[in-house]
């Protein structure tokens, strides 16, 4: 009923919100791009999304297409898989940032594994500078992790806004230095925090620095301070600082999965948990319920 080939335009343009720039990414003309959607939408008796000129929009149909659309597509790459016959083995080195510590990431790996039980999967979940890091001296085969301002690699998964947190008692006093909850560096958040306080004259103080998420996520539910973070993964127990509080914009951030060049012996499970990581999306887009209180793992 839904043509594969539709569903991944619509799931490009539904992270992109540009036609144009979903066109790039898949290597079609933009005329192409709004046809698939066309006949998607025909094919679905709804609209998907709203757009003018000037922006586009998921409708509530649009979201709901979103999982099911994920769904199709992995179960179509998981029939050719057993199909075709192919068996992906060897070891893969997979490194994800802490990010995705409390999204449903796990979820993903573990389709995976089910999938591909003949490749050894090791994980490590650092943070996205340390992950570029051991990338670049070929001691991981792919990394999902934030892509690093200026540089254009990678192949997208999602973008997202950052913002500033805190918990939901915290009141931030315009006078004094404001309190950060921070990465250690080489932290791509962290950096754009400070630039972010330091473009707008804005005087700061750490009061909190830590490798690990649930780390910051305690200090800032104590309320020690605020900590920038993607808007679409706040975890539960912590807020969005208002813009009252005069903190200035931190702009938007791209994730994107890279390969490494090192093993070519790990290059098609690399593809393969690509290929699930982007066919299981929508999983990314969605933190874990967690009481607050309980830090997993």
């Keep these: 009923m839904y043509d594969p080939s539709h569903l991944r335009t619509f799931l490009s343009v539904a992270q992109t919100l540009n036609f144009t720039r979903a066109a790039r990414r898949l290597g079609l003309r933009q005329s192409t791009v709004s046809q698939h959607v066309r006949r998607l939408e025909e094919a679905a008796g709804r609209q998907l999304f709203t757009r003018d000129t000037h922006s586009v929009e998921l409708t509530e149909d649009g979201e709901a297409m979103l999982g099911f659309a994920h769904r199709i597509l ?13 068996r992906v083995r060897g070891r893969l080195r997979f490194g994800a940032s802490e990010d995705f510590v409390l999204t449903r990431l796990p979820e993903v790996l573990e389709g ?4 591909h039980p003949e490749v050894d999967l090791e994980l490590t979940v650092e943070l996205s500078g340390t992950l570029y890091e051991r990338l670049a ?3 991981l085969d792919l990394v999902l992790a934030k892509r690093r301002p200026g540089d254009p690699g990678g192949e997208f998964v999602r973008q997202d806004r950052l913002v500033w947190i805190g918990a939901e008692r ?26 972010a306080l330091r473009r707008q004259g804005r005087e700061w103080r750490v009061v909190c620095t830590s490798g690990s998420l649930n780390g910051l996520i305690a200090a800032a539910r104590a309320g020690l301070g605020v900590m920038a973070h993607s808007r679409g993964l706040i975890p ?17 951030v791209d994730f994107v999965l890279v390969h490494g060049r090192h093993r070519p012996a790990a290059r098609d499970a690399a593809d393969a948990l690509a290929a699930a990581v982007l066919a299981g999306g929508d999983r990314l887009h969605r933190p874990q319920r967690t009481e607050p209180g309980h830090f997993p793992g």
Aim: charged share 30%.
């Design 74 to 86: 992995e179960a179509h790459e998981r029939a050719a898989a057993f199909f075709t016959g192919t």
């Design 112 to 115: 995976f594994r089910h999938d």
């Design 236 to 252: 539960p127990g912590l807020v969005r600082v208002p813009d009252r509080a005069g903190l200035p914009d931190l702009g938007r």
């Design 170 to 195: 915290l009141r931030l006093d315009p006078d004094r230095p404001v309190p950060l909850i921070v990465y250690p560096p080489p932290g791509i958040t962290r950096d754009r925090a400070m630039e």
């Design 137 to 139: 001296a070929g001691r």
